[in-house]
């Protein structure tokens, strides 16, 4: 099944993409997973970076790329391997007994998932700004993610999915 169609069918069942994308239990398909939700998640700062530079010229927008690129590119991946260890080594506090591959592909997951809806805030801070609006697209994106990802979590460390 393609991605975009993965992405969809997260928001109904988490549980079951997460297990068909682990199927392999493949770290390349971890990464890539990261790097493509980081890479769409950067491309969504754009408008909010162009909105920035067109109100504040004191630093242009290549400036602000430059940042936003070292940041979605560069740090957020290895930031996000430390949450994913991080969050398995909570899990197993609690019980769980799912996979250090299984916590990191839940969460790299939900983060593609839930970046068609980042990518909605993105134009939303570009062309309408700070607001009502902007808060609540952020609290849908935000609160997607959270789920998919929780549920993906519980699910990989209860056992329910498996990398195989």
Do not use: K
């Not at 493949?26 to 109100?55: G, H, K, N, Y």
């Not at 959270?146 to 460390?157: N, R």
């Amino acid at each position: 099944m393609s991605v975009s169609r993965d992405i969809l069918r997260s928001y109904r069942d988490p549980a079951a993409v997460l297990a068909r994308r682990m199927q392999g239990g493949r770290e390349d398909r971890a990464l890539v997973t990261l790097m493509l939700a980081c890479a769409l998640i950067f491309v969504a700062q754009w408008p909010r970076l162009s909105r920035a530079a067109f109100l504040d010229p004191s630093i242009e927008l290549n400036a602000r790329l430059a940042g936003a690129l070292m940041g979605w590119i560069f740090l957020a991946p290895l930031l996000l391997y430390a949450v994913a260890a991080l969050s398995h080594l909570a899990a197993r506090l609690a019980g769980g007994r799912g996979s250090h591959f299984g916590a990191r592909m839940a969460l790299f997951w939900a983060l593609l998932a839930a970046s068609p809806l980042w990518l909605l805030h993105g134009l939303v801070a570009g062309f309408v700004g700070p607001g009502p609006q902007l808060a609540l697209v952020g609290a849908v994106a935000l609160a997607a993610f959270l789920a998919i990802w929780l549920i993906g979590l519980v699910a990989v460390e209860r056992g329910q999915v498996a990398a195989g």
